[in-house]
C-alpha cells in the first residue's frame, strides 16, 4: 500500500470473521472499512453457525492473549 501511496482499505470477508478483521485493522496506520459478504446460498445453516463459532473463540483467544509475532503484522 505504501508503495502505491494508498492511505485506506476496504476489506470483504464474510460477516463471521469481520470482528478479527477489525482486532486485526486495528494495528495498522491507514483507514480502513470492513463490509459483510453475502453468505453463497449451499452454506447450510449449522455450518454458518460453525463458522461464526469458530471465529468468535479466535476472537476472544486474540483478546485475552494478544498477537503472537509475526512477520506480517506491526507491532
Do not use: C, D
Not at 29 to 47: D, I, M, Q
Not at 51 to 64: D, N
Amino acid at each position: 500500500m505504501e508503495q502505491h501511496g494508498w492511505t485506506s482499505a476496504e476489506v470483504v470477508s464474510s460477516a463471521s470473521h469481520l470482528p478479527r478483521t477489525g482486532l486485526i485493522l486495528e494495528r495498522y496506520k491507514f483507514g480502513w472499512r470492513t463490509h459483510a459478504a453475502p453468505n453463497p446460498v449451499e452454506l447450510s445453516v449449522g455450518r454458518n453457525y460453525f463458522y461464526y463459532a469458530r471465529e468468535m473463540a479466535a476472537t476472544a483467544v486474540l483478546r485475552w492473549f494478544g498477537f503472537a509475532p509475526t512477520p506480517f503484522l506491526p507491532r
